[in-house]
């Protein structure tokens, strides 16, 4: 049975950073891809940050690039979400998301869709306040 398993989320203040991480169970990583997504109350569930544990290739969004950064350990089944330089907009909560899906290279990024994946974990709050 598949399982994810988010973590690191907090309060923190503008400027400051975060590491979630996303730990899988049920499956290898290696073969598949990890989405970090995040959604405010009210608001759709929007992509942040996509990454193909095949090869490693990343996709992010616009209002996280350069700030944010995906990265995996397929020994350890876990991927990682970097956030530096967060912002009050950066409040929501955070999901990992996986597919069966070997994507590779310049794919990520038409992966990188809540309707491109079926496993889910239960989220982790950032909050971003001074």
């Known amino acids: 049975q598949v399982q994810l398993v988010e973590f690191g989320g907090g309060l923190v203040q503008p400027g400051e950073s975060l590491r979630l991480s996303c730990a899988a169970s049920?499956?290898?990583?290696?073969?598949?891809?990890i989405g970090w997504f995040r959604q405010v109350p009210g608001k759709e569930r929007e992509a942040v940050s996509c990454f193909s544990t095949s090869d490693g290739s990343t996709y992010y969004a616009d209002s996280v690039k350069g700030r944010f950064t995906i990265s995996g350990d397929n020994a350890k089944n876990i991927v990682y979400l970097q956030m530096n330089s967060l912002k009050p907009e950066d409040t929501a909560v955070y999901f990992c998301?996986?597919?069966?899906?070997?994507?590779?290279?310049?794919?990520?990024?038409?992966?990188?869709?809540?309707?491109?994946?079926?496993?889910w974990g239960q989220g982790t709050v950032v909050t971003v306040s001074s």
């Open positions: 049920g499956f290898t990583l290696g073969y598949n891809a």
């Open positions: 998301a996986a597919d069966e899906d070997p994507v590779r290279g310049a794919l990520i990024q038409t992966k990188c869709k809540v309707s491109e994946y079926e496993d």
